[in-house]
């Protein structure tokens, strides 16, 4: 078997928390539902459309070892993304909604801080 069918590709990013509702409370507001969880609601497996997150308790979520810098969500209007999001009193790092120029025609996105320190970046492909 071949590893590009053997892996096929992001199954989850966890996220560690001191309140798992809080946390699944704040991602609803970008359209995530909650996709699995038990009895005790520790972990919260959450998704939209392919993207899932683990959201799980932690006593010291800042302490994690790795190197996740952002996780981005793809949008298809950054004006519209950026619009809703500044609504719910989230400001963009950036401070604006910014272009680059990876892939052929460039991308545009803007950046925020999530409940955990995490950066959420909203990104449009053009």
Known sequence: ??????????????????????TCHFY??????????????DPVFLKN???VLEIYHSDHPNQCDGGIDHIALRVNDIEEA???????????????????????NGSCYFTIVGLNHEKIEFSQIM
């Open 1 to 22: 078997m071949e590893v590009n069918q053997l892996i096929q590709g992001l199954q989850h990013i966890g996220i560690p928390t001191y309140s798992v509702e809080e």
């Open 28 to 41: 609803r507001q970008f359209g995530f539902a909650v996709d699995w969880s038990d009895e005790s609601g």
């Open 49 to 51: 459309a392919s993207c």
């Open 82 to 104: 950026y619009r809703y999001v500044t609504s719910l009193g989230y400001q963009a790092l950036e401070g604006k909604i910014c272009r680059n120029q990876v892939y052929s």
